[in-house]
């Protein structure tokens, strides 16, 4: 695999399309500073997945798009594609060559391709991982790399390591393992809370499907009489309806006869319209005809009028043109004058002209001798100049050795005493570093103590949080269940209420209206009785079908209440009159018996108002009640002499005449008093009910505050123990940094020492030196003081020559000045010469034109004469015209009003014929209504069952529901008790039976997926461990390796010395850190901070080395490394670097000469245009000479690679771009 070619568009300096192509072995980038050479290598860097703009040299990702120079404009886009040859297949794709492209416009928009299709950015780092390329590899290296790899922290160094293993694969498969291991984790914990939440519901669950189990029976039993009762009802409205349709026949048949009189009279009234409007187009006829007239006498009088003012206008315009004849003539004079005096004018210029002329031609010659003169000086003077920077040059570089070696001294002589001084630093800093240690222990076991204190805070609010959601959730059950007692009692409330609603209502209205009017003859018998609780049913059972009655005191009361009753039949009610309901005589034997037999008298439960105790007296004085009847003492009531009523709740009825009857006591809903009684005491159990939620949820509410509280306190200890375990972290770090930090400054003291002695003995060479250059510098000081004498006597002969030119330029800007004005004032007057000739030419054609005029106003005099006169004919004729229109209009106006009373008359014999046929549609309408009313009550009827049971009465078969006789008689009251016995169920979700089905699915498939979660986290636990293992094993294998090349590779550079790697901690070699320590030959062990640039380049490049032998990369980027180099350690870097050539494809950026030798092929960066980076590009070919258009011999081929840089344009041969 290698590199085939980078093309690049719009990318920072390269704003045109720019090709580069890469051939095996060592290509080389040259070019000088700042013309775009590192522009190539972030290329290949950002087409490769970089998303640091920092790396790049960039503030933020735009910047990599051309922004564009003082002429061209800034470029929407940038664009790199790389093409890579894939011919060994080692990349894991089927193509021999892969072309990775990236593409980022302006707007912040980016995209990947691979082989021109949009791809991901993870796409293609799977597509290069472990192949030893990429963004970050080590094969992309640039100067400031490789103070990166040696200034980085040893965790962040061991990167180098791992990819040099291959491990980079395992340890993206192990973190998306951990990924996936603990996305496994959440979704298991709330697995097993909704687990432990399902089980509890499907228990409720399984008791509400119950429940609407046996309601869906009753609801439907209850359906089947509805739907029986609708048919019945629908049989009822067809009869009705079909009575009422024969009269609407009949009054259709009385509608026809009215339609045909109607046709008759609108025949008539159609044939007089026809009249009258025929009369009306006559008489507009001649009104037309009149406002003809009219207009010709007003067109005939606007035009003697405009005759008359042009008669006028013409007048006036004969007066204005002589006039202007006068002004014309009087011009024409004076401009003849003045052409006479412009002409003497003109001769007086020419002559000062000619004069001007012939003396500027003498100074010119004048000026061209100083010229010369001045010419001759400068020459001499340049000489002069350049013998004195000789000599200055020559002083300066004398100088600057001497204050080098000057400098060189005292900054000895001052490392000495900073030596000195940084000893004793350092012996103060390993003291204070001591300390330093003792405090991180101590602070570290207290710590530790504080974390344990915590721990068992942290154990006693959690037991106190179990107990507080044991007690919040008794109070949250225990609030549900009020909630349904109190739906169930609204239920049985509302369907209490709702029992005959309507008559209840009409029949308290009519109560409220005849109280008033009657004035307290007339009360309710409701308002009358209060009886005791408990007894309700007794006085339903007493009064029968008198529980909705009212009470009058007189006969009159009574007969007016009957006939409003009468008249409005919109509810039962029965009359109760005070003054005939007959009294009981009390029979001592007889109640004796009833109360032996334990009823009695119902008067002892009830409470009459006051004033109407003696009608309840006479109502209810021969009833008495029990719980159950006593048939011991049947026989006895038989014979006895009884006149009372016996009532028990058992459901008993004996009357005064010996029968006895069974009544229902099991629907109360169709008893009054029961009804009301219940309802009372529904509403005060859900007043009380409410009382007892609104105290529980103030119980809830303070067990929730409770619980707020606990875990806001739980949430404190454990962030603060949190912080505590950071802090512990942190101080460790402290403790093994401070462990560091000591280990250094002894390695410092030692390094030290060792310097303050060599630099002592160069300070005294230094000196020796110093001296012998002082005495040069003296003498050569001397020799510019000379040459600067003669070079300012040139200077002041010059400067007296040049102030003489001067003088003389002034008269030649005078002369000419003077000439230029007389040239100028000769032209105006030529100018004004010729205006004054075309001034009298046009006065000349105006006096022709005025007299033609004065003709035509004449001719158009007597025009207007004769028109004036015609149009006094015509006013004359048109006024005889006027009188005969009027007359024929006054005839034709009494015609008109004669048609019109005709037809008014006609009109109101119609009008009378539609208001016989209003009323019969009227009464027709209200019959239509009776049918709409009969419809609307059928309508509600299929309604109700649409609504409630979601059935159309039209889609269902009569004969599916046929009635037997003794449904028929008792439907209503079937379909009372079957609604009691669904509302007594309350509300009941009826979807229970599948929630209850699809909750038990759901169980049993969440039981499921945590078998398959659990599976899963067991798969990838094994997973990591295994990836574990395999990369410990190669890390440690390559970092053997590793330590072993990078010897040798050092040695090898650095002609001996030692090196090696060390891990931090090598228990744990999978998160240990990298440390290098490094001894150049004749050193002792450094500081790597210590080394100087060409000493880290080579530290850095030995270390590369050492990865490439062991992990060979396809191909390598080195921009600039070699620049720290001095000549011997490029030869040595250079002769280490063709070792791989072989294996590995070489792209160097580099301003060396003998690295750029090295290549064998040659690119040129250059900047013909500011701004705007291009490449030249130079083939080398081995061998001893250079043939136009062929490859170049390496020894000539930087030579000429320069060259085309410089001067791209000059370029022939070999050199192409």
């Keep these: 695999m290698r590199l085939k070619k980078l093309e690049i568009v719009g990318f920072k300096s390269f704003a045109d399309k720019t090709d580069i192509f890469f051939d095996k072995g060592v290509t080389c980038i040259v070019g000088p500073n700042g013309c775009g050479k590192s522009n190539v290598s972030d290329s290949i860097r950002w087409v490769l997945g970089e998303r640091s703009a920092k790396i790049l040299r960039g503030s933020s990702m735009e910047d990599v798009i051309f922004n564009g120079t003082e002429v061209r404009k800034p470029l929407a886009f940038a664009e790199v594609s790389l093409t890579i040859d894939n011919s060994d297949h080692t990349l894991p794709i089927e193509y021999n060559d892969v072309t990775i492209a990236r593409r980022l416009y302006r707007t912040g928009e980016s995209e990947y391709l691979l082989n021109k299709t949009v791809c991901r950015l993870k796409d293609l780092q799977d597509l290069i991982l472990d192949t030893g390329i990429g963004s970050s590899s080590y094969s992309m290296i640039e100067q400031g790399r490789i103070d990166y790899i040696l200034k980085a922290d040893p965790e962040e160094r061991r990167f180098l390591i791992e990819e040099a293993a291959g491990i980079a694969k395992f340890k993206a498969k192990k973190d998306e393992s951990i990924r996936k291991l603990e996305r496994t984790e959440d979704n298991l914990k709330r697995l097993n809370d909704i687990v432990l939440e399902v089980q509890k519901n499907i228990q409720y669950a399984e ?49 026809g006869r009215l339609e045909t009189v109607l046709s008759e009279s609108q025949a008539q009234l159609a044939q007089q319209e026809i009249s009258l409007r025929d009369v009306l187009d006559r008489y507009q006829q001649k009104e037309s005809e009149r406002y003809g007239v009219l207009s010709k006498i007003e067109t005939n009088e606007q035009k003697s009028q405009f005759l008359r003012e042009k008669k006028i206008e013409i007048a006036q315009q004969r007066g204005q043109v002589l006039q202007e004849q006068d002004q014309v003539n009087q011009s024409l004079g004076a401009g003849q004058q003045k052409k006479e005096e412009m002409e003497k004018l003109l001769k007086t210029q020419e002559t000062d002209l000619s004069s001007c002329q012939d003396r500027l031609t003498q100074v010119q010659t004048t000026l061209d001798a100083h010229e010369s003169s001045i010419q001759a000086c400068k020459e001499v003077l340049e000489q002069c100049r350049h013998d004195f920077l000789e000599a200055s040059q020559a002083t300066i570089h004398t100088r600057n050795e001497y204050q080098r070696h000057r400098s060189l001294k005292e900054n000895l002589d001052q490392q000495c005493k900073r030596g000195e001084s940084e000893t004793s630093r350092v012996s103060a800093e390993i003291a204070v570093w001591d300390q330093r240690l003792t405090n991180v222990t101590q602070l570290i076991e207290t710590n530790e103590a504080e974390y344990r204190s915590l721990e068992q805070k942290l154990s006693l609010i959690e037991t106190q949080l179990s107990e507080q959601t044991r007690t919040r959730t008794a109070q949250e059950e225990k609030i549900r269940q009020i909630q349904l007692s109190i739906k169930e009692k609204d239920s049985r409330l509302r369907v209490l209420t709702e029992v005959d609603e309507h008559q209840e209502t009409s029949f308290h209205d009519f109560i409220a209206e005849n109280e008033a009017e009657q004035q307290g003859l007339v009360r309710d018998l409701k308002t009358v009785l209060k009886v005791a609780e408990g007894k309700e049913w007794a006085l339903d059972i007493a009064l029968g079908h008198f529980v909705r009655s009212v009470i009058v005191q007189d006969l009159p009361t009574a007969k007016t209440l009957a006939e409003k009753l009468k008249a409005r039949r919109s509810f039962t009610t029965g009359i109760l009159l005070q003054s005939f309901l007959p009294s009981f005589a009390s029979l001592p034997d007889a109640e004796a018996m009833y109360q032996s037999a334990g009823f009695s008298p119902l008067l002892s439960f009830v409470s009459p108002a006051s004033g109407w105790e003696e009608a309840v007296s006479r109502i209810l004085g021969n009833i008495y009640v029990a719980e159950q009847f006593p048939f011991q003492f049947l026989e006895a009531f038989l014979q006895g002499d009884t006149r009372a009523f ?47 939620m609104t105290s529980a949820e103030g119980n809830l509410e303070g067990v929730a505050s409770g619980q707020r509280n606990l875990l806001t306190e739980a949430e404190s200890s454990r962030a603060k123990k949190t912080e505590l375990l950071i802090a512990r972290e942190s101080l460790e770090t402290e403790k093994k940094n401070i462990k560091e930090r000591l280990a250094a400054f002894q390695q410092e003291m030692d390094l030290t020492q060792s310097e303050l002695q060599d630099m002592v003995r160069e300070s005294q060479e230094i000196f020796g030196k110093e001296t012998h250059l002082e005495a040069e510098l003296r003498q050569k000081e001397a020799e510019e003081s000379r040459v600067h004498g003669i070079q300012m006597e040139k200077e002041n002969e010059l400067q007296s020559l040049l102030s003489e030119r001067e003088n003389v330029l002034l008269e030649v800007q005078q002369v000419r000045s003077q000439t230029e004005q007389y040239q100028q004032g000769i032209h105006h007057l030529q100018d004004s010469m010729r205006l004054i000739a075309q001034h009298i030419a046009k006065d000349n054609d105006r006096l022709v034109f005025l007299g033609e005029g004065l003709a035509r106003f004449d001719a158009k005099d007597v025009e207007l004469a004769e028109d004036e006169s015609r149009c006094h004919g015509m006013a004359q004729e048109y006024q005889s015209q006027l009188r005969e229109v009027d007359l024929s209009l006054e005839l034709l106006r009494q015609e008109k009003t004669e048609a019109e009373t005709r037809l008014e008359q006609q009109n109101q014999a119609i009008h009378a014929s539609q208001e016989k046929q209003k009323q019969i549609q009227e009464a027709q309408h209200q019959i239509s209504l009776q049918i709409m009313d009969l419809d609307y009550q059928f309508k509600n009827v299929a309604e109700r069952l649409l609504q409630r049971y979601r059935l159309n009465l039209t889609d269902l078969d009569p004969q599916a529901y046929p009635f037997t006789p003794e449904e028929l008689q008792n439907v209503e009251e079937d379909i009372a008790r079957l609604q009691t016995k669904v509302d007594s169920l309350g509300t009941v979700n009826l979807l229970a039976i599948e929630e209850y089905q699809e909750l038990k699915q759901r169980y049993d498939f969440l039981v499921a997926q945590k078998k398959d979660l659990e599976d899963a986290r067991d798969s990838l636990m094994e997973a990591i461990r295994k990836i574990n293992r395999t990369t410990k094993q190669l890390f440690e294998d390559t970092f053997a390796q590793v330590q072993v090349t990078f010897r040798e590779y050092y040695q090898t550079l650095f002609r001996g010395g030692d090196a090696r790697l060390t891990l931090i901690d090598e228990e744990h070699p999978l998160d240990s850190g990298i440390d290098i320590v490094v001894r150049p030959p004749g050193k002792k062990l450094q500081n790597m901070s210590l080394l100087s640039g060409g000493e880290k380049a080579l530290t850095a490049v030995a270390l590369l080395f050492a990865l490439f032998k062991i992990r060979p990369s396809p191909f390598c980027l080195l921009d600039e490394v070699d620049a720290p180099l001095d000549e011997a350690n490029i030869d040595r870097f250079l002769a280490v670097l063709r070792s791989f050539v072989d294996t590995t494809q070489f792209l160097i950026i580099t301003h060396n000469r003998k690295t750029i030798a090295m290549g064998d092929s040659l690119y040129g960066v250059t900047m013909e245009e500011p701004g705007v980076s291009k490449i030249v590009s130079v083939k080398v070919r081995s061998g001893d000479e250079s043939v136009p258009g062929e490859d170049l011999h390496p020894s000539v081929a930087t030579e000429e690679a320069m060259r085309a840089i410089q001067h791209p344009q000059e370029t022939t041969g070999a050199v192409t771009s």
């Design 207 to 255: 008791r509400q499907a119950k429940r609407a189990e046996k309601y869906k029976v009753e609801l439907e039993r209850l359906k089947s009489l509805e739907i029986k009762r609708a048919f019945l009802f629908q049989g009822q409205i067809a009869t009705q309806t079909s009575q009422l349709n024969e009269k609407i026949q009949f009054q259709k048949n009385e509608l």
């Design 646 to 692: 016996l009532i028990t709740q058992d459901g008993f009825l004996f009357t005064p005449d010996k029968k006895i009857f069974f009544w229902n006591n099991t629907n109360r809903m169709e008893f009054a008093f029961s009804r009301s009684g219940e309802v009372a005491r529904i509403r005060q159990e859900i007043d009380q009910l409410r009382l007892d």
